[in-house]
């Protein structure tokens, strides 16, 4: 028998860190609002399709708000439809699209009668519509900003006793992830070394060991918010 007061809504809560390259995930729990069992039909419990859409990206973690803000620009899509296990086990909803610029993304669903099976919507309210709200917490992501830097020495030559300097010029690959409203910092440390020889020592990769007789002279952080 139809029930109309059963009404499908539902929580996520979404992978926090998402590399470059990677695709957005959402985890999805569904549930009824209200007293109203889930519906069910000959073949069991009913399926109910629901769509998010991925935001992004924002400098800082967007303010909640139950609509979407105008322009805010889109990322990705995806949608899950329950099974056979009914509303009792999250689903996992992967985006269309990969994560191609640092910053925050939030998912926004919906659950419309529209988009259900026409048995599936003769349980549904008519009209029946369940969007959450816009930058919840649970529902963002984060795509790390990518800091690199470029370093050269103020002197080419120093005399004994000297002191060694060297100035950085620092790079973001998009824009500086904030937390409330400020760029992260980010600490850069760099170590001078000596090496022994009349030559310079050859440039080579980080990853290769030191030249034999290599020695360390100390180091030094830097402390940067900004390129």
């Not at 935001?55 to 949608?79: I, L």
């Not at 790390?144 to 060297?166: C, F, K, R, Y």
């Not at 409203?181 to 009349?198: E, L």
């Amino acid at each position: 028998n139809r029930d109309p007061s059963f009404s499908p809504i539902l929580s996520t809560t979404a992978t926090t860190f998402v590399r470059a390259g990677e695709a957005f995930t959402d985890e999805v729990l569904f549930a009824t609002s209200g007293t109203a069992p889930w519906a069910n039909s000959a073949a069991g419990f009913m399926p109910i399709t629901a769509t998010g859409t991925v935001y992004g990206p924002f400098d800082s973690q967007p303010s909640e708000s139950a609509t979407v803000p105008a322009g805010a620009p889109v990322a990705g899509t995806a949608s899950v439809t329950t099974g056979v296990e009914g509303p009792d086990v999250p689903y996992q909803a992967v985006a269309d699209s990969t994560a191609d610029a640092p910053g925050y993304y939030t998912w926004v669903w919906n659950i419309s009668a529209s988009a259900q099976t026409t048995i599936a919507q003769r349980f549904l309210p008519p009209n029946y519509s369940f969007t959450d709200a816009f930058g919840l917490v649970a529902e963002t992501s984060i795509v790390p900003s990518v800091m690199t830097a470029v370093s050269q020495i103020t002197e080419p030559e120093i005399p004994l006793s000297g002191l060694s300097n060297d100035a950085i010029a620092v790079s973001a690959n998009g824009p500086w992830t904030q937390v409330g409203g400020s760029n992260i910092p980010v600490t850069f440390t760099g170590t001078a070394y000596f090496v022994p020889g009349a030559t310079a020592p050859a440039r080579q990769a980080a990853s290769a060991p030191l030249p034999a007789g290599t020695v360390e002279l100390g180091s030094t952080s830097l402390v940067v918010t900004e390129p």
